[in-house]
């Protein structure tokens, strides 16, 4: 009879202790922060999506399970509505990567009041009481790759391709001219636009066109489209500025990198929900917020490169310099 008793209490203690930890791996699961990101390109692009993603995984990294994520990558714009209602339905947190995403990211927070939206690479313009536009700046750094661009250049011209012909993108591409005319006032600027971030075939011809008149270092705003101008740069020994990300020293195409940081903003979104102090709004990043959040690299520059180049983002910052929004 003791023996039945003692049993019976074993059963029922690890009952117990079973049910204690599952509840608190249910009350774990309740408490995290559940982020949905909308990464509408490739995250292996090189580009705006990779930074993004690699600074989600950052924040995966830095809270573990305080935060439970559900990504959806490589969509149409045509299905943006519904990736992102997709995301509003099961997340507390829902963050829209690159510029592309605000018309939709704008029309569904409409319909779910109690989430928040962050956009990254978000303009100023539209607002709602739960959406946070987060400005990369990207016209700001372009100004300090085509000073890079200038300084790098041996035949005296230099190429910008672009995705979308939109607003910011077209700026940047104005900024990286004007950068490049403050070092070199004489320098040849050809400026395209393919009307997608994707089209390897487009920005390959774009960029040709552009060394057959003699560019010989490049820049861009595409996503799986810098593939064409790689090609092409490769094809034609010439070189290009990177993009988002220092990766000096992986590939010899590139000779120099802007940071523009997407997967900062990726992570500042998520930290500032965590912490309950995110905000609605428009915030500008740029070169105010430092240099995780933007700067610029030589691969290998000089001393004298170095220094041309922070007195340059000095100059923007104190408004020495004026630039273009976007």
């Keep these: 009879m003791l023996s039945r008793r003692l049993v019976l209490r074993g059963v029922l203690l690890a009952s117990a202790i079973a049910f204690s930890a599952t509840s608190v791996l249910t009350a774990r699961a309740a408490d995290a922060l559940k982020v949905g990101i909308l990464v ?6 090189k580009g705006w999506m990779e930074s993004s993603y690699d600074g989600l995984m950052a924040a995966e990294k830095k809270y573990g399970d305080k935060i439970k994520v559900q990504m959806i990558e490589n969509i149409n714009y045509a299905d943006m509505d519904q990736a992102l209602t997709n995301l509003a339905t099961k997340n507390d947190l829902v963050i829209g990567v690159g510029g592309q995403t605000q018309a939709s990211v704008y029309k569904i927070a409409k319909r779910f009041p109690k989430v928040h939206f962050s956009i990254v690479g978000g303009n100023e313009g539209e607002s709602a009481p739960n959406v946070a536009g987060y400005d990369v700046k990207q016209a ?38 004007k950068g490049a005319k ?3 006032a004489s320098i040849k600027y050809f400026e395209n636009y393919t009307g997608d971030f994707d089209d390897v075939a487009k920005s390959k011809e774009a960029t040709l066109a552009a060394i057959a008149q003699g ?19 490769k094809d034609k020994s010439t070189h290009i500025i990177g993009s988002y990300t220092d990766r000096c020293g992986t590939d010899p195409l590139y000779v120099a990198y802007s ?35 933007s700067g610029m690299v030589i691969c290998g520059g ?9 007195a340059i983002m000095k100059d923007i910052q104190a408004g020495k310099i004026s630039v273009l929004k976007g």
């Design 140 to 177: 700001e750094i372009a100004y300090v790759a085509g000073a890079a661009a200038a300084m790098l250049s041996k035949n005296g011209a230099i190429s910008y391709v672009g995705g979308m012909e939109i607003p910011s993108i077209v700026n940047a591409g104005k900024e990286f001219g």
């Design 259 to 293: 940071i523009t940081g997407t997967g900062y903003q990726v992570q500042y979104a998520i930290d500032e929900a965590v912490k309950g102090t995110w905000k609605a709004g428009y915030k500008e990043f740029g070169l105010k917020m430092g240099p995780q959040a």
């Design 182 to 184: 403050s070092v070199n």
């Design 40 to 45: 509408p390109g490739s995250k292996s692009d």
């Design 302 to 310: 000089t001393a004298e490169q170095k220094a041309k180049l922070d």
């Design 215 to 233: 560019a010989d270092v490049h820049y861009h705003i595409l996503n799986l489209g810098l593939r064409g101008m790689e090609q092409a740069a």
